[in-house]
């Protein structure tokens, strides 16, 4: 992802709802038709089918103490595949009967219940989505769903603490609020404008976005099982921590999707946690005339006469993306789009542009979504082999908070693209999107390395205005941009190092400093501290090691230090302490030590080795 402007808080969009003292129950029963719901306690407190040793799935994925929307993910199976069949009126921006997601999981345990994260409606923007679940099938077979509030992870008496408390929304651990809850957040809170302070709606009630289904018999550990959700109903956008807002945005001739970091749960249920990565399946059945793009590669397109539902007609469109894909890199944007593709170098590149945009200005999109081809390639030579079959963007009309590296399909807003960003975004399908991050804290991990690729960019212009790579001056050149933008950044103010990259709140989890560019700048340091050719040996490892997969943050340094030049004791902890100091230290403003000392040879600071190439 790239904030607009490369600034974490630089465009809110105000909100009409005021959120203050809102109080939801905790639990929320659904009313389907033909469907059993669970009582007043949360499904899965007995046994279902009866049986020992089962119980509930986890209602979050978060560990205990989690600040950055520990009300996420849930436990006790696996993603494997996830069907996305939309019946989508285009017009009314609503999803008809019969749309539904079908979703095969792996139990990692005995189950009693599961869950899903699904938010219905939201009371913090105007434009959130108002939907509802019909009906809740597992292999088939009709089973019980109830909505409840998360709880706090780790809360020792469970997820069904009948303590109001253990509900409640904050950016702080503890929770606080007005009336001083001494108890950790079960969620993060929206937001819902520019000026609301970061802990305005510290001791807020979380919503019941928790889908808990209650199957009819128990399943078993290790068995794998579908569950299917009708749902209908208007989608819509979630107002994160920081006051910006993701989801599905409304557009005139339809709805375009960009959703980090959870807003995929405003259009569909799912498991809702970057290192919860199915393969996916659209069949989207939507309003004739309209085009759906999605990750992976179209696989047919079907056309059919009027009906009901599409007085008009209607088209089906089917993608096919067989890659692991994060919760919230899924695209699945409908409307007026032009649609292209061709195959360079074995890769399928896509580019969709929606109609409404004048045509000077997708003339002048055109012209940089054609240098896609050539930035792969680029990023390639550091990266290793582009890890998918295709590749694509998509532009739409909607001013998002940012535009999104949305896995093989990156999605531009505001009806434009930019070729800095482009390098960032693309630079993603490897970092982010491949190998994703093991949890919200690990967002900088990824976040650095795509800002890396800008200053890559900016050191490839450099370099082809003094010769071109093939000659000295050229290579020269890079490597002088390179250590140029390094000094830029590490002369940053005081007031620049703040906030540590791997523990930032839901409030900075975006903020250009912590995220983007001061592991950008670690990067180029780790870069001259290995040497160019180590450096990348090691992201080449990465992406074979954890590729289709997530990393934390101690597999990503091991890997780094396997590729330490020295491999002496004292250079291992030197490159420890290296780790520690740009990734996980919040430095006072003003006065003392108030940023990184040990930096890399031929950089601004310490640099790395001493004299004879040690580390003592």
Known sequence: MRRHKMAGRSLRIAVAAACAGLVLPWLVTASPAGASQAGAS??????????????????????????????????????????VHLVYNATTNKFLPGNRVALTERATQCLTSFSLDFERTSANTSAGPDMTVSSVSVNGVPARFS????????????????????????????????????????CTPELPNTDAAADSMNGTQCPANKLVITPPTRIRGGAPFTVTVNYTGRPGVHNDGDGTTEGWFRASDGGFVTTEPVASEDWMPLNDYPTAKPSYDFSDTVTAGRTVVANGELVSVRHHPASPEFPGGSVTWNWHAGMPVASYLVEDS???????????????????????????????????????????????QFNGPFPFASNGIIIGTPDASFDEEMEGMIAFAGGQID????????????????????????????????????FFYAARLAENAAGGPSTAKGRAAFQASLVKQFNQIYGSGTDFWTTAPSNPIPYSLFDT????????????????????????????????????SS???????????????????????????????WFDTAYPAGGGVNRPTITGPGLAGSGFYAAGGTCA
Not at 51 to 78: D, I, R
């Open 147 to 186: 909505f409840v509030q998360p709880t706090y992870p780790g809360d020792p008496n469970g997820q069904n603490d009948p303590n109001p408390a253990a509900h409640e929304a904050s950016e702080s651990n503890p929770v606080g609020g007005p009336n001083h809850n001494p108890l950790p957040p079960a």
């Open 551 to 581: 990393i934390t943050e101690p597999e990503l340094e091991a890997v780094f230090h396997r590729w330490l030049p020295v491999h002496s004791s004292a250079c291992q902890e030197r490159l420890s302490q290296f780790f520690k100091q």
């Open 42 to 83: 949360q499904a899965g407190d007995s046994p279902a089918g009866g049986g020992g040793g089962c119980s509930a799935g986890a209602h979050t994925l978060a560990s205990p103490g989690s600040l950055l929307y520990p009300e996420t993910g849930n436990g006790g199976y696996t993603s494997l595949h996830t069907l």
């Open 334 to 380: 409908v409307g007026n789009y032009s649609l292209t593709s061709r195959v360079v170098n074995g890769i399928r590149f896509y580019q969709a542009q929606d109609l409404s945009i004048s045509a000077a200005q997708r003339t002048k999109n055109l012209a940089i979504m054609d240098m896609q081809p050539d930035i792969t390639a680029f990023e390639s």
């Open 513 to 548: 400093s912590n995220t983007y560019n001061r592991p950008g700048a670690a990067y180029i340091a780790l870069r001259q501290i290995l040497g160019p050719a180590r450096f990348d040996a090691a992201l080449r490892q990465l992406q074979r090691a954890y590729g289709g």
């Open 419 to 454: 070729t800095d960003t482009l390098y960032h975004e693309n630079m993603h399908q490897w970092w982010g999107d491949n190998v994703s991050e093991g949890g919200y804290r690990m967002t900088f991990y990824k976040e650095g390395l795509a800002t890396l690729a800008e």
